[in-house]
T-cell receptor
Framework: EDKVVQSPLSLVVHEGDTVTLNCSYE??????LLWYKQEKKAPTFLFML????IEKKSGRLSSILDKKELSSILNITATQTGDSAIYLC???????????FGTGTRLKVLA | GAVVSQHPSWVICKSGTSVKIECRSL??????MFWYRQFPKQSLMLMAT?????????EQGVEKDKFLINHASLTLSTLTVTSAHPEDSSFYIC????????????FGPGTRLTVL
């Protein structure tokens, strides 16, 4: 059975800290891995990773995929209170649009 | 990016009533849409795949007679929660992939359903 597991489940840090969120996957016919940020409403897209070892960056956020280890990390540097959210990763198999979502990591950044 | 809307954004209803939630793709056509449910502090759980012009495909454990899905046009899918009960209270989110970037899904803002 396909599954995506994230760790930690929750995390509390102070502003300015750097955090690393983990995602491991077991997805049949894996195509890509996606990261989303969810605040109070629907998830917003962060990254889509298809190739192993290529870092994607957007401001203070970066992510990389390791297909050998079947995992991905999401790094957030110099965290701000606005980064407080649930971070979801999802595995996308090829041949289907269906995503398999992980449990999410709830990040809280304290001022 | 592509825009997906949902209506209503929140609804409170009495137990036993039916509630309809709409999901629209505003600037693209979506032959496929997905319906998710999210309980508090939990991740998104895929309920069903809505297919334009054909029957929806339900995930294991989701009652198709309770969660009626109709995908009547290329821009609209509806989810009807029939005979709602308090345990159906949840956050319902739809999503749709675009033909341009089929790898990426765009999510609607969600509908919070509270059944009293």
């Amino acid at each position: 059975e396909d599954k995506v597991v994230q760790s930690p489940l929750s995390l509390v840090v102070h502003e300015g800290d750097t955090v690393t969120l983990n995602c491991s996957y077991e997805v049949t016919n894996f195509r890509s891995l996606l990261w989303y940020k969810q605040e109070k409403k629907a998830p917003t897209f962060l990254f889509m990773l298809t190739s192993s070892g290529i870092e994607k960056k957007s401001g203070r956020l970066s992510s990389i995929l390791d297909k050998k280890e079947l995992s991905s990390i999401l790094n957030i540097t110099a965290t701000q209170t606005g980064d407080s959210a649930i971070y979801l990763c999802a595995g996308a198999p090829s041949g289907t649009y269906k995503y398999i979502f992980g449990t999410g990591t709830r990040l809280k950044v304290l001022a | 990016g592509a825009v997906v809307s949902q209506h209503p954004s929140w609804v409170i209803c009495k137990s036993g009533t039916s509630v309809k939630i709409e999901c629209r793709s505003l600037d693209f056509q979506a032959t496929t849409m997905f319906w998710y449910r999210q309980f508090p502090k939990q991740s998104l759980m895929l309920m069903a795949t809505s297919n334009e012009g054909s029957k929806a495909t339900y995930e294991q454990g989701v009652e198709k007679d309770k969660f009626l899905i109709n995908h009547a046009s290329l821009t609209l899918s509806t989810l009807t929660v029939t005979s709602a009960h308090p345990e159906d209270s949840s956050f319902y989110i739809c999503s749709a992939p675009t033909s341009v970037s089929y790898n990426e899904q765009f999510f609607g803002p969600g509908t919070r359903l509270t059944v009293l």
